[in-house]
């Protein structure tokens, strides 16, 4: 081959490269990433509304591990891009799949807490072979039973609440409730009205209790008791919504409230620890 039929040959080689090498690791457009520490990989998904300093305190508590910190986009200051519009949880879930598959993490565990553990349901349902383990931070499979309702019975005040949050006005009154019931210096407050509004919706209307036998890889549900009158109550609620789980360990903290990474920590990371060399 004389020399010009070399160049050109190059040239044509890494033209045919170039998107390739322009495209890069995939970008994700409904969440951010902060990667932090050394070990197996865990991805830790916070709650609706809530950011990644919710796990902040854990991840440093609990060592020995590389924990994908993962912030929804619209929640605790994130701007929503991805999430601006349409539906939430769903293409959520199949873009933290797509970040595990480009990064190629090796069955991560994934802890998430409320919102975050139903996306940990969700993945691990839906690509069973890609998820090493799973723990549900007081959650349910049907997410509205939580309140003691089910996803039909709660359908139209699901409904109502993300047109209430659609309005001018409804986002004004729907950020002055969260910025009354966030903690003092929150980044909740900070969460875009809409994004929450939608979720909300979302996660009322949202039963997986048909795909907890799809999902093979362990699951421990930690569950928070604030009374002990109700501890007989709470624990029937878990038992049942998680009795067709393949292989669900359930976990009872008592003395905490919903946010069990605050109410208690160290419970919490016992746990964690627990979990992740189960």
Do not use: C, K
Not at 23 to 48: H, N, Q
Not at 131 to 138: E, H, L, S, T
Not at 160 to 167: D, E, H, K, Y
């Amino acid at each position: 081959m004389d020399r010009r039929r070399f160049i050109l040959a190059s040239f044509a080689i890494l033209v045919a490269d170039a998107p390739l090498l322009a495209a890069g690791p995939f970008a994700p457009t409904r969440f951010s990433v902060e990667v932090t520490g050394r070990g197996a990989d865990v991805l830790l998904i916070p709650g609706l509304t809530a950011g990644r300093g919710t796990w902040r305190s854990t991840a440093s508590a609990v060592t020995g591990h590389r924990y994908h910190l993962l912030q929804v986009a619209g929640f605790a200051g994130e701007p929503a891009r991805g999430n601006a519009s349409g539906a939430i949880l769903s293409p959520l879930a199949d873009e933290i799949i797509r970040y595990i598959e480009d990064r190629g993490l090796r069955r991560p565990a994934i802890v998430g807490h409320s919102m975050g553990g139903t996306l940990a349901m969700m993945i691990a349902a839906r690509r069973p072979d890609l998820v090493g383990r799973i723990m549900v931070v007081d959650m349910l499979p049907q997410p509205a039973a939580l309140l003691g309702q089910s996803a039909q019975a709660i359908g139209p005040l699901a409904e109502s609440l993300g047109n209430f949050a659609s309005t001018p006005g409804g986002r004004r009154l729907f950020g002055a409730i969260m910025n009354a019931f966030s903690p003092p210096n929150s980044g909740n407050r900070d969460s875009d009205p809409d994004v929450v509004g939608r979720a909300m919706r979302e996660l009322a209307s949202t039963d997986l209790t048909p795909q907890l036998r799809r999902i093979r890889a362990p699951m421990t549900v930690v569950y928070a008791s604030p009374d002990e009158r109700a501890r007989e109550s709470i624990d029937g609620r878990f038992e049942e919504a998680y009795e067709n789980a393949r292989d669900a360990r359930l976990v009872r903290i008592d003395g905490s409230g919903h946010m069990i990474m605050f109410d208690q920590p160290e419970r919490l990371r016992e746990e964690m620890r627990t979990f992740l060399t189960r």
